[in-house]
């Protein structure tokens, strides 16, 4: 995908981003901790390219991960273990991280290449490009719209709160819920408990 978005004239970067989900786990023995979340396979220098701001990303050229722009207890200097599907790639350090966004975002950022190809075929993907400076924008569109879907990165922005901000409010309907249910469980046994002390 990377190549031919990066064949179309006009486009002078690339980023193409793998948005898969994540199993982190954190501490060790009885403290391990692990919590499903969202993670983005990157190649770190078209990403650091194309997300100005992030710095270069150093030493995701190793074995390592950055946090992401939705890190929540992660920093540069820990050490998470890290199960992309089946791939278990072991404790691997926190080597950079990004800026955090106010809408979340990816909880970590992991080099593509340490996944099998069978687990990056599988992920849903976007790439961003970077226009080259006088190029004509509707041209460029036209022809990036024969590989795929196009939009600016503020209609995309705003696309993502959005499906954030409804996922969001899924996950807040469904904890209800769940509180619901468990209060309403809380009163039968409450009630089955009282009615039994009344039998003989």
């Known amino acids: 995908?990377?190549?031919?978005?990066?064949?179309?004239?006009?486009?002078?970067?690339?980023?193409?981003?793998?948005?898969?989900?994540?199993?982190?786990?954190?501490?060790?023995?009885?403290?391990?901790?692990?919590?499903?979340?969202?993670?983005?396979l990157v190649r770190p220098q078209a990403y650091a390219r194309l997300h100005p701001g992030s710095g270069s990303l150093p030493g995701l050229g190793e074995r390592a991960v950055a946090a992401g722009p939705g890190a929540v207890g992660v920093s540069a200097g820990d050490r998470l273990g890290v199960r992309v599907g089946a791939d278990d790639l072991g404790r691997l350090p926190v080597a950079a991280g990004v800026p955090r966004r106010m809408d979340g975002g990816a909880a970590v950022l992991i080099p593509a290449r340490l996944l099998l190809a069978a687990t990056l075929a599988q992920a849903a993907s976007r790439s961003f490009v970077a226009v080259r400076p006088g190029a004509d924008p509707a041209t460029v569109e036209a022809e990036l719209s024969r590989i795929g879907s196009v939009s600016t990165v503020a209609q995309w922005a705003a696309r993502d709160a959005g499906t954030r901000?409804?996922?969001?409010?899924?996950?807040?309907?469904?904890?209800?819920?769940?509180?619901?249910?468990?209060?309403?469980?809380?009163?039968?046994?409450?009630?089955?408990?009282?009615?039994s002390e009344t039998w003989p």
């Not at 990377?2 to 193409?16: I, K, Y």
């Not at 969001?168 to 209060?183: E, K, P, R, S």
């Open 1 to 40: 995908m990377s190549e031919r978005l990066a064949a179309v004239p006009g486009v002078t970067a690339v980023s193409t981003e793998l948005d898969v989900p994540v199993a982190l786990t954190t501490g060790s023995g009885g403290m391990a901790f692990t919590e499903l979340n969202r993670a983005l």
């Open 165 to 195: 901000a409804s996922a969001n409010a899924g996950t807040l309907t469904a904890v209800m819920g769940l509180g619901g249910l468990f209060a309403s469980l809380g009163l039968v046994n409450t009630v089955v408990m009282a009615v």
